[in-house]
């Protein structure tokens, strides 16, 4: 459960203590322990510029994980970690609870699961829901029990035919999975369950993540009847040198078709992922590969790893992600949790901390060798006074403002076209971490071919902005294949130096000779999430500019490279959607 992480870094870290409008211009969240049962004065409640205006959060407190998404009776259901006490974690977290008839605008409900029972006393911690024959909902989670051991329970809807699933029960049963002498489990590192799936032998499976010594293990139980599970004699896959893998999640893609598949399909046409998140690095990776029936393991396609060289959803501040088959539209939406950037203090001051990412689908890319993931398309309906950004040649050393869009909250596609490589650098073969990489060369540092990109969450004058940006290198090893950075540059988005302003980078497998190179960036007051190449890597950063905030925040397009570059796209304001208000708040 990715609380953990961040719960003990509190502990040893804070211990320490257009029609284009143009003007040519040349993981970690810090809480304390103090705060974990604090009660927000009502004045931490009043309106401020960081609170989102279309992504999830609750009214108030820290909120974590991402729990069990599902649809049921065409109503899409959201849980997620919460803390009610405070804006640190706790550990008595609880599951909130809210619903959506789009993915966009959501109605908070009461808690749906609270630490109640011997087998959850000390925490309703991460899971799970699945299906069951007949459209019936279970909820697999971690509870902390009256031993301070990790065990999993299962939970019901007390109502069938209530399409909000406002209350649950928890089984007599429980708990079901538990750590033994025998089975030489780990206590306190065995947690959160997967979304469970029919075999072929109409056997139920799931997945618990675990670790022995420094493996990463994802055990794997299996059941006939959904309340009787037995643990596997062998992992279903394992990672030495990874420590604690932490909320897995295991589902099919499929290699052909556009649409995402039910958790138990599986086939020729199939391949299938294992997103694992790293109790230790505070990152999480994914494979792809194939799920052999027979020995009932996953095996990862070869160069596919768990670790600095694998595959991430997210090279940002992305955490303890859980996906869901949307049976209604034949898709697999992705959730994720975005940790702060602010300090404890001014999570204390605005009385809230972290978010949910954005909703997204996600697909095979026609390579088959990763996946690509876009922002669910209903959140375009929140589009508003759109700006087009006409076929524009942005000279090496200059510096656009996008005029006519609300710059705090908006929606930005835009696409670049390179036709000159002559003056594009040639990558270092050392520099093969695109973090590290995108630090040493920000966006103040002069290229051949980039930076180039766009400046958000910009001040006027530019003493405050987010950059996010590209940068092309031709290979170190052949002259005709050119490598294409993508960065996140969060080292001046702020003038308050409390913030984690860490600066983030990917490698997006694009060819520029070939293909147009697109961005979009997602704004909202204290977020940016940013999607290269048409999915291929995601970037999302937190950020907290004092000078650019509501009507002072400005958008700029900008190419800062030697070489010239051409960039046409689209601009929108963003509408504020209706997240978890209360009646009260809606009457005011």
Same mark, same amino acid.
């Given at each position: 459960?990715?609380?953990?992480?961040?719960?003990?870094?509190?502990?040893?870290?804070?211990?320490?203590?257009?029609?284009?409008?143009?003007?040519?211009?040349?993981?970690?969240?810090?809480?304390?322990?103090?705060?974990?049962?604090?009660?927000?004065?009502?004045?931490?409640?009043?309106?401020?510029?960081?609170?989102?205006?279309?992504?999830?959060?609750?009214?108030? $407190?820290?909120?974590?994980?991402?729990?069990?998404?599902?649809?049921?009776?065409?109503?899409?259901?959201?849980?997620?970690?919460?803390?009610?006490?405070?804006?640190?974690?706790?550990?008595?977290?609880?599951?909130?609870?809210?619903?959506?008839?789009?993915?966009? $605008?959501?109605?908070?409900?009461?808690?749906?699961?609270?630490?109640?029972?011997?087998?959850?006393?000390?925490?309703?911690?991460?899971?799970?829901?699945?299906?069951?024959?007949?459209?019936?909902?279970?909820?697999?989670?971690?509870?902390?029990?009256?031993?301070?051991?990790?065990?999993?329970?299962?939970?019901?809807?007390?109502?069938?035919?209530?399409?909000?699933?406002? &209350?649950?029960?928890?089984?007599?049963?429980?708990?079901?999975?538990?750590?033994?002498?025998?089975?030489?489990?780990?206590?306190?590192?065995?947690?959160?369950?997967?979304?469970?799936?029919?075999?072929?032998?109409?056997?139920?499976?799931?997945?618990?993540?675990?670790?022995?010594?420094?493996?990463?293990?994802?055990?794997?139980?299996?059941?006939?009847?959904?309340?009787?599970?037995?643990?596997?004699?062998?992992?279903?896959?394992?990672?030495?040198?990874?420590?604690?893998?932490?909320?897995?999640?295991?589902?099919?893609?499929?290699?052909?078709?556009?649409?995402?598949?039910?958790?138990?399909?599986?086939?020729?046409?199939?391949?299938?992922?294992?997103?694992?998140?790293?109790?230790?690095?505070?990152?999480?990776?994914?494979?792809?590969?194939?799920?052999?029936?027979?020995?009932?393991?996953?095996?990862?396609?070869?160069?596919? /790893?768990?670790?600095?060289?694998?595959?991430?959803?997210?090279?940002?501040?992305?955490?303890?992600?859980?996906?869901?088959?949307?049976?209604?539209?034949?898709?697999?939406?992705?959730?994720?949790?975005? $940790?702060?950037?602010?300090?404890?203090?001014?999570?204390?001051?605005?009385?809230?901390?972290?978010?949910?990412?954005?909703?997204?689908?996600?697909?095979?890319?026609?390579?088959?060798?990763?996946?690509?993931?876009?922002?669910?398309?209903?959140? &375009?309906?929140?589009?508003?006074?759109?700006?087009?950004?006409?076929?524009?040649?942005?000279?090496?050393?200059?510096?656009?403002?996008?005029?006519?869009?609300?710059?705090?909250?908006?929606?930005?596609?835009?696409?670049?076209?390179?036709?000159?490589?002559?003056?594009?650098?040639?990558?270092?073969?050392?520099?093969?971490?695109?973090?590290?990489?995108?630090?040493?060369?920000?966006?103040?540092?002069?290229?051949?071919?980039?930076?180039?990109?766009?400046?958000?969450?910009?001040?006027?004058?530019?003493?405050?902005?987010?950059?996010?940006?590209?940068?092309?290198?031709?290979?170190?090893?052949?002259?005709?294949?050119?490598?294409?950075?993508?960065?996140?540059?969060?080292?001046?988005?702020?003038?308050?130096?409390?913030?984690?302003?860490?600066?983030?980078?990917?490698?997006?497998?694009?060819?520029?000779?070939? &293909?147009?190179?697109?961005?979009?960036?997602?704004?909202?007051?204290?977020?940016?999430?940013?999607?290269?190449? &048409?999915?291929?890597?995601?970037?999302?950063?937190? /950020?907290?500019?004092?000078?650019?905030?509501?009507?002072?925040?400005?958008?700029?397009?900008?190419?800062?490279?030697?070489?010239?570059?051409?960039?046409?796209?689209?601009?929108?304001?963003?509408?504020?959607?209706?997240?978890?208000?209360?009646?009260?708040?809606?009457?005011?």
């Amino acid at each position: 459960m990715a609380l953990m992480i961040f719960s003990l870094r509190i502990f040893f870290f804070l211990s320490l203590l257009l029609s284009f409008g143009v003007i040519e211009l040349e993981g970690s969240h810090h809480a304390c322990s103090n705060l974990l049962n604090l009660e927000l004065p009502s004045t931490c409640q009043a309106k401020e510029p960081y609170r989102t205006g279309y992504h999830f959060q609750p009214p108030k $407190n820290w909120i974590n994980d991402p729990n069990g998404p599902l649809i049921y009776k065409n109503v899409y259901h959201h849980f997620y970690q919460y803390n009610p006490d405070g804006v640190a974690w706790s550990p008595n977290i609880v599951w909130a609870h809210s619903t959506s008839n789009d993915l966009v $605008n959501w109605t908070p409900h009461d808690d749906a699961l609270n630490p109640s029972q011997p087998f959850d006393i000390n925490g309703c911690w991460s899971g799970s829901a699945t299906i069951l024959p007949g459209e019936k909902p279970a909820i697999f989670y971690t509870g902390i029990n009256s031993e301070n051991e990790q065990v999993q329970n299962l939970a019901f809807p007390k109502n069938l035919s209530d399409p909000f699933l406002r &209350e649950w029960v928890k089984i007599p049963q429980n708990p079901l999975m538990i750590p033994t002498q025998a089975n030489q489990i780990n206590a306190d590192s065995f947690r959160d369950p997967t979304t469970a799936w029919l075999g072929i032998d109409n056997k139920w499976r799931l997945v618990i993540g675990s670790k022995k010594n420094q493996t990463g293990l994802a055990i794997l139980y299996v059941s006939e009847d959904f309340l009787h599970w037995t643990m596997a004699n062998h992992p279903f896959h394992s990672a030495k040198e990874n420590g604690m893998w932490e909320c897995p999640d295991f589902f099919p893609v499929s290699k052909s078709s556009p649409i995402g598949l039910d958790t138990s399909i599986n086939g020729p046409d199939v391949k299938h992922v294992l997103k694992v998140s790293l109790f230790d690095t505070a990152k999480e990776y994914y494979t792809i590969g194939t799920y052999n029936l027979d020995k009932d393991i996953y095996n990862p396609d070869k160069g596919s /790893v768990e670790s600095d060289s694998g595959l991430r959803y997210d090279y940002g501040k992305f955490y303890a992600s859980k996906s869901f088959f949307d049976s209604a539209k034949n898709r697999r939406i992705l959730w994720g949790w975005s $940790n702060e950037s602010s300090s404890a203090n001014d999570d204390i001051k605005k009385g809230w901390s972290g978010l949910q990412a954005i909703p997204r689908t996600l697909l095979l890319d026609k390579s088959g060798k990763q996946l690509v993931q876009w922002p669910v398309e209903e959140l &375009e309906k929140l589009r508003t006074k759109l700006v087009r950004l006409p076929s524009t040649v942005i000279k090496g050393g200059s510096l656009h403002e996008v005029l006519g869009v609300t710059a705090a909250q908006a929606d930005v596609e835009v696409t670049f076209e390179m036709s000159d490589f002559e003056k594009t650098e040639v990558l270092d073969s050392s520099w093969t971490d695109p973090q590290i990489l995108c630090s040493k060369k920000d966006a103040l540092v002069y290229g051949g071919l980039g930076p180039f990109g766009l400046l958000v969450l910009a001040s006027e004058s530019l003493q405050e902005y987010t950059a996010v940006f590209y940068r092309i290198f031709k290979s170190h090893n052949n002259n005709n294949k050119y490598v294409v950075l993508m960065c996140s540059d969060q080292s001046r988005s702020s003038l308050n130096e409390d913030n984690d302003k860490t600066t983030y980078g990917a490698f997006v497998n694009v060819d520029p000779l070939h &293909e147009k190179l697109s961005l979009r960036s997602l704004i909202d007051h204290s977020i940016v999430e940013s999607f290269g190449g &048409e999915g291929k890597a995601c970037i999302t950063t937190r /950020v907290y500019p004092i000078l650019a905030v509501d009507n002072n925040t400005h958008l700029y397009a900008f190419n800062y490279g030697r070489e010239s570059v051409k960039i046409t796209g689209s601009a929108w304001s963003m509408k504020t959607a209706n997240i978890n208000r209360s009646r009260k708040e809606d009457n005011e």
